[in-house]
C-alpha cells in the first residue's frame, strides 16, 4: 500500500473524534448501579466500539437472563443524555484533522456505533457533521463492530473500494472491523487497551490526531 493508493478516510466517532468514552463508562456504572449490578473497566473495554444491540447481547452473556439488560441499557442511555447535554468535548486535533481532509476535498465518511441521534446531535453541535460526505452509524447496519459491514458500508456509499480507504479508530473491535474490511488502518489509542493481537492488525499509530495532521496532509497534498 502507497500513499497514491489511499482516496478517503473513514472515521470512527466515540474515543477518537470526542472524549466520549469516559463519560459512556460512567452512564454504563449509574444504569448498572440503577438494578443492583455492577460494570466494572474491564468489562467496559470489551463494550468499547459495539453498537447497543451487540452491547445487549454482551452483557446478557455476561449477567445471564436474571438481569434485565434492557432495562440496564435504558437507565444508561437517560444518564449519558445528561452527560452530553452541553456538548461532548473534542479530542485533540479532531477537528483540524476533518476540516483539513474535507478543505483537500478528499472524500470522508463516518463509522460509528452509536445511533445517528446520537452521532447527528454530537457532530452537530461542533459544526462537522456537514463535512462528511457520508455516515454510517450503529443502527443502520445488521452487524455491528467488530464485524466489518460498518465500515464496508462506508467504502460502498463513499464509491470507493475498502483497499483505498484508511480508517481511524481506538478500539479493539473498531480496528478488527476496519482491517477485515480490508482497510489501511490507524490507531490513536484511547481507554481500550491493545494486546498483540490486535497491534497487528494496526497499520499506524499516533498518540493523538493532532500527531497525525502531517501524515494525513502528506497522503493527500497534490503537486
Request: proline share 6%; glycine share 8%.
Amino acid at each position: 500500500m502507497t500513499k497514491q493508493d489511499i482516496a478517503a478516510v473513514v472515521w470512527d466517532m466515540d474515543g477518537l473524534i470526542f472524549d466520549t468514552e469516559r463519560l459512556s463508562f460512567e452512564a454504563w456504572k449509574i444504569g448498572a448501579n440503577a438494578i443492583g449490578v455492577e460494570i466494572d473497566l474491564p468489562l467496559f473495554q470489551t463494550l468499547i466500539g459495539m453498537n447497543s444491540p451487540t452491547i445487549v447481547r454482551k452483557l446478557t452473556e455476561y449477567f445471564g437472563e436474571a438481569v434485565d439488560v434492557e432495562e440496564l441499557r435504558r437507565g444508561a442511555g437517560l444518564a449519558y443524555d445528561d452527560l452530553i447535554a452541553q456538548g461532548p468535548p473534542l479530542k485533540t486535533g479532531a477537528k483540524e484533522c476533518i476540516q483539513m481532509v474535507a478543505s483537500l476535498r478528499v472524500p470522508q465518511a463516518l463509522a460509528t456505533s452509536s445511533s445517528y441521534k446520537y452521532a447527528s446531535r454530537k457532530l452537530e453541535s461542533h459544526g462537522l457533521l456537514e463535512l462528511f460526505n457520508e455516515t454510517v452509524t450503529g443502527d443502520q447496519v445488521t452487524h455491528g463492530k467488530p464485524h466489518p459491514e460498518p465500515y464496508l458500508t462506508a467504502a460502498q456509499k463513499l464509491g470507493i473500494p475498502p483497499s483505498s480507504c484508511i480508517a481511524f479508530e481506538d478500539s479493539v473491535n473498531g480496528i478488527h472491523s476496519a482491517k477485515t474490511a480490508g482497510m489501511t488502518t490507524a490507531l490513536v489509542p484511547d481507554m481500550c487497551p491493545h494486546g498483540p493481537e490486535s497491534l497487528a492488525r494496526v497499520d499506524h499509530t499516533f498518540d493523538t490526531l493532532l500527531e497525525a495532521k502531517p501524515f494525513l496532509e502528506s497522503l493527500f497534498q497534490r503537486g
